[in-house]
T-cell receptor
Framework: EAAVTQSPRNKVAVTGGKVTLSCNQTNNHNNMYWYRQDTGHGLRLIHYSYGAGSTEKGDIPDGYKASRPSQENFSLILELATPSQTSVYFC????????????FGPGTRLLVL | GNSVTQMQGQVTLSEEEFLFINCTYSTTGYPTLFWYVQYPGEGPQLLLKVTTANNKGSSRGFEATYDKGTTSFHLQKASVQESDSAVYYCVLGDHDAGAKLTFGGGTRLTVRP
């Protein structure tokens, strides 16, 4: 069974603080993704990675960095958190290309005060 | 760029009623089309997938047909159950866009017992 886990599941941060969201997958998938989910916008891609050491900008990368230190782990970093980054964040993994299924984690709910 | 439109933000039905969720897309490539379903408190999960080669997909009583002429990919189910209550996302994958998927805004289905 495919498995993508995220930590923390809930996070409260202060404006200007640093936030790191972590994702781990045991699928041995090359690709990993970070999305945010907001009412009325569906899921929007922030950053993605093709493998260890690679990160690519998605559709809304401003204010976010990503790190892929290994095949299994992919982190999303908010260096200076702002209230506009309050959202639910999902990590996903997948094999290759846009024709393959992506497997999502359970999400992290982030509140920036 | 690619885009996906779901005009129905919310749909409310009673059990055993017919479900139809509209989806249209825009791409210059050769798409693979997906429907993902998201239950409360969980990440999205694949419901079904259709490529240009096979035109139609089905899973768990849901059906979707890819129509290249009208660039539509509507989701149907003959008889819904309360357990089908969830958010449904129409999603476009495009080999030319690499590993990225494009999500529609989502349709929240509520089924009354």
């Amino acid at each position: 069974e495919a498995a993508v886990t995220q930590s923390p599941r809930n996070k409260v941060a202060v404006t200007g603080g640093k936030v790191t969201l972590s994702c781990n997958q045991t699928n041995n998938h090359n690709n990993m993704y970070w999305y945010r989910q907001d009412t009325g916008h569906g899921l929007r891609l922030i950053h993605y990675s093709y493998g260890a050491g690679s990160t690519e900008k998605g559709d809304i990368p401003d204010g976010y960095k990503a790190s892929r230190p290994s095949q299994e782990n992919f982190s999303l970093i908010l260096e200076l958190a702002t209230p506009s980054q309050t959202s639910v964040y999902f990590c996903a993994s997948g094999v290759d290309w846009g024709k393959d299924t992506q497997y999502f984690g359970p999400g992290t709910r982030l509140l920036v005060l | 760029g690619n885009s996906v439109t779901q005009m129905q933000g919310q749909v409310t039905l009673s059990e055993e009623e017919f479900l139809f969720i509209n989806c249209t897309y825009s791409t210059t490539g050769y798409p693979t089309l997906f429907w993902y379903v998201q239950y409360p408190g969980e990440g999205p999960q694949l419901l079904l997938k259709v490529t240009t080669a096979n035109n139609k997909g089905s899973s768990r009583g849901f059906e979707a047909t890819y129509d290249k002429g009208t660039t539509s990919f509507h989701l149907q189910k003959a008889s819904v159950q309360e357990s089908d209550s969830a958010v449904y996302y129409c999603v476009l994958g495009d080999h030319d866009a690499g590993a990225k998927l494009t999500f529609g805004g989502g349709t929240r289905l509520t089924v009354r017992p």
